[in-house]
Nanobody, 115 residues
Framework: QVQLVESGGGLVQPGGSLRLSCAAS????????LSWYRQAPGKEREFIAG????????NYANSVKGRFTISRDNAKNTVYLQMNSLTPEDTAVYYC????????WGQGTQVTVSS
């Protein structure tokens, strides 16, 4: 069955870095556009970064541009989110999404930025 499993979240101090991973199975990974979303307490889920299935360029929300980098490894069926210069405002549950004609979501991983 389709699975997207995020990992790499945790507690980090302001200014620190984390690398999230999302391992996929059960579908043809390379054909899907991939993205990361996040949802902070009391807020709606928001798009933060995306990478197309083939070619094209990545895109980012203004709030993370220049600090976060999305990448994909089709050989490993994994999408990554490198997060640098983290601030408390980045605290949220982070989700990966795979999309083509259907969309699949992971279960999320908590990122907490606090001193």
């Amino acid at each position: 069955q389709v699975q997207l499993v995020e990992s790499g979240g945790g507690l980090v101090q302001p200014g620190g870095s984390l690398r999230l991973s999302c391992a996929a199975s059960g579908f043809t990974f390379r054909l899907y556009a991939l993205s990361w979303y996040r949802q902070a307490p009391g807020k709606e889920r928001e798009f933060i970064a995306g990478v197309p299935s083939a070619g094209g360029s990545t895109n980012y929300a203004n709030s993370v541009k220049g600090r976060f980098t999305i990448s994909r490894d089709n050989a490993k069926n994994t999408v990554y989110l490198q997060m640098n210069s983290l601030t408390p405002e980045d605290t949220a549950v982070y989700y990966c999404k795979a999309e083509r004609t259907l969309s699949y979501w992971g279960q999320g991983t908590q990122v907490t930025v606090s001193s």
